[in-house]
T-cell receptor
């Protein structure tokens, strides 16, 4: 049973560039959430997608956008990269309607470095 | 916004010792979760708590959902070297509609176990 898979695992960008991160949810899950984890901090909620729509959003600027596809996979896009966007980006999936919907399964993350 | 205060920030203990860490919030949550994160990995769920006052065990781990719904603690008994890692508490409010999302994380407790 495949868990949450993310790609790429590591990437380096320069300021001003754009980046796309990808996530495949755990088999059977239909909801994807994205979190940003700065070094030494807890993850911070970016947004959540369900039924191909953004359902909740955290305190992140419009430079952060996302998409969910019919197969439940998701992308996170960040435009006009800043040095402060350097972080581990975590994707988490869950299944709406189950008691365990509260319980997110996390991927290993994509480590983004902005130079 | 909501913030979680997790303490202690770090712990250095001997193998076999018991460990206790806690988390407090400025506002209430419906669900409390405890995750462990190893280097290069995403957080892995340890225990989920769904009701105020609930006490739940998972092997050597025990966690409680505070009766005020603003706090939770995690205990690890008889620590072993593989307990090393970063432990995060997370709180969740039930979102509107059918979606469940946004976890608010604490800053993490770094646990080091000396053999």
């Amino acid at each position: 049973d495949a868990g949450v898979t993310q790609s790429p695992t590591h990437l380096i960008k320069t300021r001003g560039q754009q980046v796309t991160l990808r996530c495949s949810p755990k088999s059977g899950h239909d909801t994807v959430s994205w979190y940003q984890q700065a070094l030494g901090q807890g993850p911070q909620f970016i947004f959540q997608y369900y039924e191909e729509e953004e359902r909740q959003r955290g305190n992140f600027p419009d430079r952060f956008s996302g998409h969910q596809f019919p197969n439940y996979s998701s992308e996170l896009n960040v435009n006009a990269l800043l040095l402060g966007d350097s972080a581990l980006y975590l994707c988490a999936s869950s299944l709406v309607g189950s008691r365990g919907a509260n319980v997110l399964t996390f991927g290993a993350g994509s480590r983004l470095t902005v130079l | 916004g909501q913030q979680l205060n997790q303490s202690p920030q770090s712990m250095f203990i001997q193998e076999g010792e018991d460990v206790s860490m806690n988390c407090t919030s400025s506002s209430i949550f419906n669900t409390w979760l405890w995750y462990k994160q190893d280097p290069g990995e995403g957080p892995v769920l340890l225990i989920a708590l769904y009701k105020a006052g609930e006490l739940t065990s998972n092997g050597r781990l025990t966690a409680q959902f505070g009766i005020t719904r603003k706090d939770s603690f995690l205990n690890i008994s008889a620590s072993i070297p593989s307990d090393v890692g970063i432990y995060f508490c997370a709180g969740q409010l039930k979102a509107g509609g059918t979606s469940y999302g946004k976890l608010t994380f604490g800053q993490g407790t770094i646990l080091t176990v000396h053999p």
